[in-house]
Antibody, heavy 124, light 106 residues
Framework: EVQLVESGGGLVKPGGSLRLSCAASGFTFSSYSMNWVRQAPGKGLEWVSSISSSSSYIYYADSVKGRFTISRDNAKNSLYLQMNSLRAEDTAVYYC?????????????????WGQGTTVTVSS | EIVMTQSPATLSVSPGERATLSCRASQSVSSNLAWYQQKPGQAPRLLIYGASTRATGIPARFSGSGSGTEFTLTISSLQSEDFAVYYCQQYNNWPLFGQGTKLEIK
């Protein structure tokens, strides 16, 4: 079964740090780009960061640039998000999601596999 | 920077009827557009990618259309399990989601 399982969420004080992990199984992890997407309470989806299959390409949303670092370990089938200088507005459920294969015309394949999410709460 | 705008914010439709959800990009994203469904307490589920291709296991009542800046998700005959929040998402170097449309029972 294709699966993503996030862990590492919790309660942290403003200015603190947290490292999220996402364990992948059931597919060849090293062949896929991966993403972190978050959802603040009662709000919509917000893309956070993406990393290509070999870590050659990394992108961040402006809201987290300079504070968050995405990484992956293909040998361990794992994706990570190191979050530093956390703010109250970073409070959210954080999902890891796999980039699907492009369609037959080469167009974007969407995020086709999602984890169940891990909750990060930033509060004093 | 591209901005994705979904309309309406809330759509009230009766079961069995057709629902039409819109998504507009501030500049062309070609067909690099996906649609997701999210139910309360659940992760999003991919419905449509490449603007019009149904993802694996998605019923035929879901269809996507459009290219460039105007996109539509149509649900031909609403079932009870279809009432949820729907997001469009473009990919132009990096992903960006619309703000969502809540589809509720009329």
């Amino acid at each position: 079964e294709v699966q993503l399982v996030e862990s590492g969420g919790g309660l942290v004080k403003p200015g603190g740090s947290l490292r999220l992990s996402c364990a992948a199984s059931g597919f060849t992890f090293s062949s896929y780009s991966m993403n972190w997407v978050r959802q603040a309470p009662g709000k919509g989806l917000e893309w956070v960061s993406s990393i290509s299959s070999s870590s050659s390409y990394i992108y961040y949303a402006d809201s987290v640039k300079g504070r968050f670092t995405i990484s992956r370990d293909n040998a361990k089938n794992s994706l990570y998000l190191q979050m530093n200088s956390l703010r109250a507005e970073d409070t959210a459920v954080y999902y890891c999601a796999r980039d699907g294969a492009a369609d037959s015309s080469g167009y974007y394949g969407g995020m086709d596999v999602w984890g169940q999410g891990t909750t990060v709460t930033v509060s004093s | 920077e591209i901005v994705m705008t979904q309309s309406p914010a809330t759509l009230s439709v009766s079961p069995g009827e057709r629902a039409t959800l819109s998504c507009r990009a501030s500049q062309s994203v070609s067909s690099n557009l996906a649609w997701y469904q999210q139910k309360p307490g659940q992760a999003p589920r991919l419905l449509i990618y490449g603007a019009s291709t149904r993802a694996t296991g998605i019923p035929a009542r879901f269809s996507g259309s459009g290219s460039g800046t105007e996109f539509t998700l149509t649900i031909s005959s609403l079932q009870s399990e279809d009432f949820a929040v729907y997001y469009c998402q473009q990919y132009n170097n990096w992903p960006l989601f619309g703000q969502g449309t809540k589809l509720e029972i009329k």
